[in-house]
């Protein structure tokens, strides 16, 4: 089973949404679009399902056309951020209202509906009850076990923790992979934080402004970013970034100029780049001789148990580090911060990656 | 594959067409075809606009044209602040939320002709109980019910217009009321809130929350109302059957007595379609103007 | 701006609340919030943090007890009343007005002079960085503008005491919550208004605020730093419901400086008595725990490992019951690694879901007290 989209794009009256996209998906397959909102997302995942209907492009589902069939004609199973169930019927019936379309017998129904409703871990007495007299997590909950039961080969999820407590979401989200890994359908599931995407692995889809950047193995997508949309859409806290200048070995990073190992920017041709790393490759101290300083002002601490937030001036650049431990550094102090140059990406101007950082391997 | 099903598509479409094409398109035509022809013994010529030239400078018109337009924008003057105001003072939520809206529904669940009838009877000077008290109340401040009675709607125009503006007033400030309270409920407690934080007063909260959220079904309202009340037929004729004299036949009461009781086809059919399109452009430009103000 | 002082709190909805459990608000809270600093209130929905929130704005009157804004009884006071302000989880802006008539409206309602509000609000624009867009309508800016508006129009009044937050960042994405965060930081170390922030999100109540308020079925289970909530949850729940994952709890047999899990001995920096409960448990949390391969220490079996970027959880299987690991970026798991060892210093024990102190730390408190 796969999906295929070849060259899909929607506009709505002249306006693109979707610029021509071209994504295979695999079966048994945990996808992530991940994007801020109006990125896409949505509109992406209901040409998916054949809610609208592609401006240009075509879809293929195992090989075989499905441009412009109707979403009741599909496998299409999809779980919304606000709890959409029947509000009239009980748990059960809830859960049950696909199987009974499809005409199975009562004794069938009933073993399926339980069978979903433990792995989504709603109890009896639960099922007996209305939607609307349930706490949000167990009316989501019921939501994904309609889906599950459905047994459809493309399970769309749009967001479907983003209205949950903290403590639940993590509790879900642990338990949706393991639980629909087991169905072999297609997965695609819709986040605008990239903590989410790094937990659901799978592979993930970068979307920016009706675009997706990149296309892969989550981990990959992560330490591999193909460009620096990719890598600002995949940072939670957001990528720091500082102008670059190379001129033979001589290499400036804003005002701080070093001199670093011939071997890491090797290929790098002189001129002038965008440098990015990530927060938690700031550090407070140095490890390595190959460690670049940078001499910064703090501008605001935020301490968050086990690990502190330190946001910080460099030159014009707003950086942020994420360090272990607690620092209550005083705001305007002077700080030395530490980088390893292993952990830096260099982008062109044009925003295309122009040299991976080294630490990531080779993909 | 997907061409086949687009032809079998067009002809699932076919049944509705054929119904449209009855109800709609072929009555439209044959009120055109008379618009622009002569009848006479059964022969028909083409005479072109002159019935439309006759008709705008028929006097006649003109006056029922004046009469509705008078009607349509004393009802909506009345009947939209009337319909907030009360909106307003509804209970938001509760059993008395639910009892409110089945005392505001009713008035719409009575058939026109029976709101016409019971009015006829209500209002009438010797045995309706409005008419009677009116009346009893003049006697009181000194009228002589010698002089016939003070209040009778029957004999006195301003007292049928009084009689057929309250009727109207009556039977559709409920429409209003319900859709300016679907605006209210649909304001978040947070609104509120934050107006009390910041010490609105009373005004300021309609004025600046539930005015701005009630903006759209007020649109609906208005539209709905003006052209209910342009269109006006059943009741008035019921209640007062145009009189006394002509002084309330709106422009559809005038419409079915040339059709009718003339049986003036020529004359009926322009008049028709200038009525139609002057109820189009006018709901065209309200409209408009409405969403221009959305889009600054 | 000023202290908080709640007394002998409790709140029910039911007119005659009978058990404990009638209580939306259980009996008795009583805090002292210091003026000036920022406060989080924490907990899974239901545990009672918006009931708290409305009674300090107003919107509900306490069943019992009082509270106080410095010497003042406010009890009964109505919400305009309290010189509070409020920024909502939705944008709540005054569409048909600019951002000027937003941020003025406070002032104007309250009679302010023109001259007064031109320049307040002008001060405020710029503090909140919305200098440029004061004539625009408020109807088309982004939710994270409208939030700063919402924030605006609170500390456009120099006399208010207090600025209540419920759960303003929900509607933001990721980037702009950081953004908005510091900003807020930033105005908080700057004006030192005394503030009040609901939440569910720890990250977010961590980060904001000075102290955290953690709540639980109509109790605070735990008010501390947030270094405190982090190193010392006094409750298995804190734990549990701080750190991301939170803290390994599992069910042990404690005999003086030992722990059993399963027949299988821990060390604790502490000595312990025997504590008188019907459930013992110890705590540890994934950043204290190592993975390792041989002979020593807890042996379990990896179950899955997810790779979230700044470091990896490691979910392992310790008969039956999960014990999750955090292991750095870099590192490698394979299938050798089968034992788990707990840094005993970060060991916490717990009776009945409360914290218990090993003899010495007992021996020290009664020592100082």
């Not at chain 1, 990528?239 to 290929?267: C, H, W, Y």
């Not at chain 2, 061409?3 to 109800?23: C, D, G, Q, S, Y």
């Not at chain 2, 269109?231 to 059957?241: D, K």
């Amino acid at each position: 089973m796969s999906l295929k989209l070849d060259q899909v794009s929607k506009s709505v009256a002249g306006e693109p949404h979707i610029h021509a996209t071209t994504l295979e998906l695999r079966k048994g397959t945990m996808n992530v679009l991940l994007g801020p909102t109006l990125s896409g997302k949505t509109t992406l995942m209901r040409l998916m399902a054949g809610l609208d209907k592609p401006t240009s492009g075509k879809l293929f589902w195992d090989g075989a056309d499905v441009t412009g069939l109707r979403v009741q004609d599909r496998q299409v199973a999809m779980v919304y951020q606000q709890f959409i169930n029947y509000p009239s019927m009980t748990v059960f019936e809830n859960i049950s209202s696909p199987l009974r379309l499809r005409g199975l017998s009562d004794a069938e129904i009933d073993r399926k509906v339980r069978e979903a409703a433990a792995m989504m871990k709603l109890d009896d007495s639960q099922l007996s009850r209305r939607p609307l007299e349930l706490s949000g997590g167990q009316q989501q909950r019921c939501a994904l076990a309609r889906a599950l039961v459905k047994n459809a080969g493309l399970v769309l999820l749009d967001e479907p923790l983003a209205n949950l407590d903290y403590k639940l979401r993590e509790e879900l989200r642990s338990e949706i992979p393991k639980i629909f890994e087991k169905s072999g359908a297609i997965f695609v599931y819709a986040t605008t934080e990239p903590h989410e995407a790094l937990l659901l692995g799978g592979n993930t889809a970068c979307l920016w402004e009706g675009r997706v950047t990149q296309f892969g193995p989550t981990p990959t997508v992560y330490r591999h970013p193909d460009d620096i949309v990719t890598a600002q859409v995949f940072s939670d806290p957001p990528m720091n970034f500082v102008p670059l200048k190379k001129r033979g070995d001589q290499t400036a990073f804003g005002e701080t100029s070093a001199e670093i190992d011939g071997q890491l920017f090797k290929n790098l041709s002189d001129g002038e780049y965008i440098a990015g790393f990530r927060s938690n490759h700031l550090r407070l101290n140095q490890r390595g001789a190959q460690d670049l300083t940078f001499k910064c002002q703090v501008s605001e601490t935020e301490i968050g148990g086990s690990e502190s937030f330190i946001h910080l001036h460099h030159g014009r650049d707003s950086w942020v580090a994420l360090v272990h431990g607690v620092h209550d550094l005083p705001h305007q102090s002077d700080q030395t911060m530490y980088v390893d140059p292993a952990h830096i990406y260099v982008f062109s101007q044009d925003g295309s990656l122009a040299c991976a950082a080294s630490y990531a391997g080779s993909a | 594959m997907n061409k086949t099903l687009n032809h079998r598509a067009w002809w699932m479409v076919l049944p509705v067409l054929i119904l449209v094409a009855m109800n709609a398109v072929i009555p439209l035509m044959t009120v055109v075809n008379f618009s622009v022809q002569e009848e006479f013994y059964g022969e028909f010529s083409f005479i072109g606009m002159q019935w439309f030239a006759d008709t705008l400078t028929n006097e006649r018109f003109q006056n029922a044209l004046i009469r509705q337009l008078a009607f349509t924008f004393t009802i909506l003057l009345i009947e939209i602040p009337l319909g907030v105001f009360i909106a307003l003072k509804m209970p938001r939520s509760g059993r008395w939320a639910s009892v409110c809206l089945v005392l505001m529904a009713l008035p719409l669940l009575i058939p026109w002709n029976v709101v016409g009838a019971m009015w006829n009877i209500y209002a009438l000077p010797d045995i309706g109980f409005m008419g009677y008290m009116i009346n009893a109340g003049a006697g009181f401040f000194g009228h002589d019910p010698a002089n016939g009675p003070w209040f009778d709607y029957t004999q006195e125009p301003v007292a049928a217009w009084f009689t057929v503006i309250l009727m109207d007033v009556w039977h559709w400030t409920s429409l209003v009321v319900l859709l300016a309270y679907a605006g209210l409920q649909s304001i978040d407690n947070a609104y509120y809130q934050a107006a009390r934080i910041d010490g609105a007063s009373r005004w300021s909260v309609f004025r600046y929350i539930q005015l701005p959220k009630m903006k759209h079904t007020l649109t609906i309202a208005v539209l709905l109302r003006f052209m209910d009340s342009f269109m006006i037929y059943t009741e008035p004729s019921v209640l007062t059957g145009g009189g006394p004299g002509n002084s309330t036949t709106f422009l559809s009461i005038d419409l079915v007595k040339i059709a009718l009781g003339q049986q003036d086809l020529g004359n009926a059919a322009a008049m028709s379609i200038i009525y139609f399109l002057m109820i189009l452009l006018v709901s065209w430009l309200f409209y408009t103007l409405t969403m221009q103000g959305e889009k600054k | 701006m000023a202290k908080i002082t709640l007394s002998n709190l409790a709140h029910s909805y039911s007119d005659i609340p009978v058990t404990r459990d009638d209580f939306q608000l259980k009996p008795t809270i009583d805090h002292v919030w210091n003026d000036g600093e920022a406060y989080a209130l924490l907990g899974p929905s239901g545990c009672g943090k918006t009931t708290l929130l409305n009674i300090i704005s107003g919107l509900l009157v306490p069943s019992q007890g009082r509270i106080l804004f410095d010497e003042t009884d406010i009890t009964e006071l109505p919400t305009a009343a309290r010189n509070v302000a409020q920024v909502f989880q939705f944008p709540v802006v005054y569409d048909t007005m600019t951002v000027f008539e937003n941020l003025a409206f406070p002032l104007r309602n309250r009679g302010a002079s023109a001259d007064y509000v031109t320049r307040r609000v002008k001060t405020i624009a710029e503090m909140i960085g919305l200098s440029d867009s004061l004539d625009s309508r408020a109807h088309g800016l982004t939710a994270d503008a409208k939030q700063k508006i919402s924030l605006g129009r609170g500390m456009v009044r120099e006399d208010v005491a207090a600025i209540l937050f419920d759960e303003p960042l929900t509607v933001i994405d990721p980037h702009m919550k950081w953004e908005l965060r510091t900003e807020l930081k930033a105005l908080h170390r700057e004006f030192e208004h005394t503030m009040i922030y609901v939440t569910h999100d720890q990250t977010e109540a961590l980060t904001f605020a000075d102290k955290v308020v953690v709540m639980l079925d109509g109790e605070v289970v735990q008010l501390g730093t947030p270094v405190e909530l982090f190193n010392r949850p006094e409750h298995t729940f804190v734990g549990f419901f701080i750190g991301s994952p939170g803290m390994n709890v599992l069910e042990a047999k404690v005999e003086g400086d030992t722990a059993l899990l399963g027949g299988c001995a821990i060390p604790l920096h502490h000595g312990y008595k025997q504590p008188d409960a019907s459930r013992v448990e110890i705590g540890v949390r994934p950043e204290f725990v190592t993975l390792t391969d041989g002979e020593d220490g807890l042996p379990v079996k990896v179950e899955r490992v997810e790779d979230i970027g700044r470091h990896k959880i490691v979910r392992t299987d310790f008969n039956g019951s999960e014990i999750n690991v955090i292991v750095p970026e870099d590192a490698s798991i394979s299938d050798r690694h089968n034992r788990l060892k707990f840094d005993p210093a970060a060991i916490h024990v717990y009776a009945d879901g409360w914290i218990v102190d090993g003899e010495d730390q007992a021996r020290q408190k009664g020592a100082s007290s």
